[in-house]
């Protein structure tokens, strides 16, 4: 070993010990006798407060490529739209107020109800669906799409107070966005 060659190990040896020295204990090491703050608790919500439902996509033309209404106006050939929310086999327990002709690529936000017989934007702590429907004058409704909204699946288990999440249907022609708060 050349003179060179020992003091380089002896200096790597050094800096080894005094690195090894420094992992048992800084001075910023906390004091284990202290008393230590109890760990962030995640709680678990009891459902969602829902807020808001917009439509930010629908098609233009039915399934079968027409329009949604028959009229001798372009204009009301549009869908009226308005949405429902139900737990799957359920009535109803909100059905919005329509937007009649709604303009294709356009956004439309619900926040009322058709009427005060028609509920109110619920607070869900299950899995429900949401239906984007046309309104038909003297006819049933057409149904343009539905998504499922899984409230359970649908927490991070981080406290969130906000809600916000968009389902598209299985067809990826209807988007819904719901926005709400977290209740616990
Ligand atoms: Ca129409």
């Known amino acids: 070993m050349t003179?060179?060659?020992?003091t380089a190990v002896l200096f790597a040896s050094a800096v080894f010990a005094l690195s090894a020295a420094g992992c048992g204990k800084s001075p910023t090491a906390p004091d284990p006798l202290a008393t230590e703050p109890p760990p962030a608790q995640v709680k678990t919500p009891v459902g969602v407060i829902v807020s808001s439902i917009s439509v930010t996509k629908f098609p233009s033309k039915t399934t079968d490529g027409k329009d949604w209404d028959i009229s001798l106006f372009t204009a009301d050939k549009r869908p009226d739209l308005y949405v429902s929310l139900a737990v799957p086999n359920s009535i109803p327990d909100y059905t919005s107020n329509t937007v009649t002709n709604a303009e294709f690529g356009k956004v439309y936000t619900f926040t009322k109800a058709a009427s005060v017989y028609d509920g109110s934007l619920p607070d869900y702590d299950t899995s429900?669906?949401?239906?984007?429907?046309?309104?038909d004058v003297g006819g049933d409704p057409d149904r343009l799409g539905w998504i499922t909204v899984n409230v359970p699946a649908a927490y991070n288990?981080?406290?969130?107070?906000?809600?916000?999440?968009?389902?598209?249907d299985s067809g990826n022609r209807v988007s819904i966005r719901v926005r709400g708060t977290w209740k616990y």
């Open 3 to 6: 003179r060179f060659v020992r």
């Open 128 to 135: 429900h669906r949401i239906y984007l429907m046309d309104a």
């Open 157 to 168: 288990g981080d406290n969130a107070s906000a809600f916000d999440h968009t389902y598209t």
